[in-house]
T-cell receptor
Framework: GAGVSQTPSNKVTEKGKYVELRCDPI?????LYWYRQSLGQGPEFLIY????????DSGLPNDRFFAVRPEGSVSTLKIQRTERGDSAVYLC????????????FGPGTRLTVL | AQKITQTQPGMFVQEKEAVTLDCTYD???????LFWYKQPSSGEMIFLIY??????QNATEGRYSLNFQKARKSANLVISASQLGDSAMYFC?????????????FGIGTKLQVIP
């Protein structure tokens, strides 16, 4: 079956611009996660959705970052006033929300802020 | 303290040989889960294997096995009969607790290169 998809695969933007990154989870997966991966690091948790609601947004670095999942499926990560330090690969993962709750990842969006 | 420690930034292994990738973890929870993921140069994180803290047997999935030593808090990944396609980054991760949602924490990874 189809895995997690993310669009765009690459995004280049200028400092100060607004960007949206999209994630389409595996059908039937109720849980959705966003991570950020900087070069040479493991994925760093940003936010978790169970259904439509953000159950844990403690990983969002500041109020420039926001994410939505209005219908409990597709999610959009939104970054306002981008900064060069936001450059990273943004990974999305989904899971069934049942033990052991293995997360399945998408291919990521590589964001470059010039 | 780091929750997940991977001390090998890079490893080399000869094709067809076995290799062990180290992972130690830090938690005070009795119930937790450990995961290994593979990340090829294409970037996608691929789930390999899971070990629950109460699982008595070491987890195995094909050529992958997890050497789980609970008292030492280690969860090393063993890859048998290495193939060229195994060249990738490997990440160890942990979920603490088993009630409802618990965050997953990843290590910094080990880069494995398989030599023909």
């Amino acid at each position: 079956g189809a895995g997690v998809s993310q669009t765009p695969s690459n995004k280049v933007t200028e400092k100060g611009k607004y960007v949206e990154l999209r994630c389409d989870p595996i059908s039937g997966h109720t849980a959705l996660y966003w991570y950020r991966q900087s070069l040479g690091q493991g994925p760093e948790f940003l936010i978790y959705f169970q259904g439509t609601g953000a159950a844990d947004d403690s990983g969002l670095p500041n109020d420039r970052f926001f994410a939505v999942r209005p219908e409990g499926s597709v999610s959009t990560l939104k970054i306002q006033r981008t900064e060069r330090g936001d450059s990273a690969v943004y990974l999305c993962a989904s899971s069934l929300g049942l033990h052991p709750d293995t997360q399945y990842f998408g291919p990521g969006t590589r964001l470059t802020v010039l | 303290a780091q929750k997940i420690t991977q001390t090998q930034p890079g490893m080399f292994v000869q094709e067809k040989e076995a290799v062990t990738l180290d992972c130690t973890y830090d938690t005070s929870d009795q119930s937790y889960g450990l995961f290994w993921y593979k990340q090829p140069s294409s970037g996608e994180m691929i789930f390999l294997i899971y070990q629950g803290s109460y699982d008595e047997q070491n987890a195995t999935e094909g050529r992958y096995s997890l050497n789980f030593q609970k008292a030492r808090k280690s969860a090393n990944l063993v890859i048998s009969a290495s193939q060229l396609g195994d060249s990738a980054m490997y990440f160890c991760a942990m979920r603490e607790g088993n009630r409802g949602y618990q965050k997953v924490t990843f290590g910094i990874g080990t880069k494995l290169q398989v030599i023909p």
